[in-house]
Structure formats: structure tokens, C-alpha cells
């Protein structure tokens, strides 16, 4: 479970408000994650549009119990298309989700009220529905041929 940022001392206003993303230290970003896991879906792109279209297939080193990677250091190493994220990445990254902190920021809005940096819970992403809990399947249980028949709404 990921410790909740307190507020900077003598600071009126949380980091996230104050703050661009390229100002944060490591932490902060890292603290930014809702823990969602919608980032660990796999999307297709259609070759026509350029539309992301979303599946409910995730990378098999997600732990959907706790929307976690289980090989978080090493992940980029383990699977090669495994996008970390940054702040010159997140600044062109449409495909992130609506509820994305990285985008909220980016784009100017604020965190929602499930947001553990709001609500002092790890849960609250999940008690709102927001994570991929209950509701992905791993990549191991997929035949690669088949995601389409995965895409989500």
C-alpha cells in the first residue's frame, strides 16, 4: 500500500496544485498514481482513426488484487512495450485515462475526491470503481489473436 503524502509544512495549497509536473521530486510523482491500473491495460489502436480502444486484459505482472506490479523496478526490462511514465511523456500521452492524475495535472484540473492524496486511503480507488479490480483479465489467460473480442466501452 502506498503512504499517503501529507501536506508540505507551511504550505497553504498541496503539492499537486502549486506544482508542475516537471517540478516534482520522485516522490511526489510516484505519490501522483492513483493506483488505478488503468495504465497496465492493453489498447489497440485502430489503423484507420488512430483511436485507442481499451481491453479488459492487463500486463501479467499486475497484481489485481492491490493494482500493483509485482516487478515495478524492473518492469521496462521484463516487458519492453511497458511505458513508464514522465513528464515529457505524460505531455503527449492522449490515451491516458480521463481520471489519470498525470493528465488531471497536465491539464490544469484537480484531483478527484477518490484520489488517495485527497481521501488518505489506497482503498478509495477502488471503493469508487475506478481501478481495474474485479473486472481484468491477465494477459496469460489470452490468446494475443483474441484482444479485440476484450475491448471494453
Known sequence: MRPAIEWWPNVSEP???TLSLDEMTREQWESLCDGCARC???KLEDEDTG????TNVVCS????EHC???RYRDRSRLVPDCLVLDPAGVK???WLPDTCAYRLIRDGEDLS????LVSGSAESVHDAGVSVRGWSVSEEQVDPDDLQDHVIG
Open 61 to 64: 505482472l499486475l497484481v489485481t
Open 40 to 42: 497496465c491495460l492493453h
Open 113 to 116: 475526491d477518490w484520489h488517495p
Open 92 to 94: 503527449s500521452l492522449d
Open 51 to 54: 483511436e485507442i480502444h481499451y
Open 68 to 70: 500493483s506490479c509485482s
Open 15 to 17: 503539492f499537486w496544485k
